[in-house]
């Protein structure tokens, strides 16, 4: 276990409804600042009228961007080296989640004002721009972070088999490091105890994130079929298309709860029988991503009824914790397969927490560091 380290994280952070996004990479964090000390970086990703912000646990820094994109990247690299260079921290380890984050670590270091730096990959994109000069940089960057990072984490077995694509097979400190949640955060409801015929599905950005004509269908078949079940959709949708399910006629099968802090919103999923997810495949970095919601419901114990946008739904098949539906057909079969047969249901439950429990991320972040050359 690392102890007594002075960690700097470096992050792009979403927003919506006024409220930060977080992800896997925070479970990194949360896992290190038990016995370090963690300072934070965080720029906007997308809506530069949020601010930039340093915070430690004795200085706080704020910083409105001047400039748009694509300005505003190179604006925000430049920031976090003078930050770094004012207020003369010195650290063990920077852990940077994206490449633009990973090339201010670099000149950091090249300063001399970190040991080490290690690059999370949460995504990877072919093409991410649609603009040949941002992609190249956006290669080329990529391609620095896995060159001259002291050690590689990502989150999918892809990712991995892509990482050394780029570097063109040459040996490289790679490690898997799945979005998964701490196992024993994660409430478990006795399958008894958990809500029939209630599904949850957890969205974090949802016009972007969901299939919203599948999803439909799906449930238009599914009201057929079983007309009193509950779908409970944990996150933010906007008021337009909670109208749309309205006068598709699930008014009483559906519950929008909004944005719930973490505990909340986990425990409402655990209260369910069945975890789901549909995922939208417009996005290119979903091929190489991973699935934090899909494995959040496998913790919990639901067994998992989801696409096969994400790899992690391949882990799902292999570990039979679920099934991969490809079609809104087969989803609506899968739900009620579930549902109509104790047996199997209990069976299934039982080898989503053995695969969860095999992917608690402290046991995970506790090897990788212990492993960690300092």
Known sequence: MMKNKKILFIVHRLYFNNQVKKGGADRIVDFLKTQNTIDIIAHPLKNIFYPSFFSSNKIEKKYHNHFKQPFCWLEQIIINVIWILKINFQ???????????????????????????????????????????????????YILALKRADLITVVSLKMAN?????????????????????FSKIPKVPPNN???????????????????????????????????????????????????FYNKG??????????????KA?????????????YS???????YADSLKIREYAAAGLPIVCDNIYGTAQEVKENIAGYVYN??????????????NKKLYLTISNNALNWAKKMDKARLLSNLYENFNY
Request: aromatic share 16%; hydrophobic share 40%.
């Open 194 to 244: 958990r809500k029939l015929k209630h599904f949850a599905i957890s969205v974090g950005i949802f016009e972007d994130q969901v299939d919203l004509k599948s999803l439909l269908i799906s449930l238009k078949f599914l009201k057929r079929l079983m007309n009193d079940f509950i779908l409970e959709i944990i996150g933010y949708v906007p008021k337009k298309y909670i109208k749309l």
């Open 162 to 182: 892509k990482a050394y694509e780029l570097l063109g097979y040459k040996k490289k400190n790679i490690v898997i490091l799945p979005n998964s949640p701490d």
């Open 327 to 340: 079609n809104p057909t087969e989803m609506v079969e899968y739900l009620i397969k579930l549902t109509s």
């Open 266 to 278: 986990i425990k409402k999923i655990s209260e369910c029988s069945i975890g789901i997810t549909c």
């Open 91 to 141: 650290y063990d380890l920077i852990i940077a989640t994206d490449p633009l984050s990973f090339f201010s670590a670099y000149i950091i270091k090249k300063l001399k004002k970190t040991k080490k730096i290690q690059f999370h990959s949460t995504d990877y994109s072919l093409p991410r721009f649609k603009n040949i000069i941002f992609e190249f940089f956006y290669q080329k960057f």
């Open 281 to 287: 495949a417009n996005h290119s970095y979903v091929h």
């Open 250 to 263: 699930f008014k009483t099968n559906t519950i929008f709860y909004g944005i719930l802090p973490y505990e």
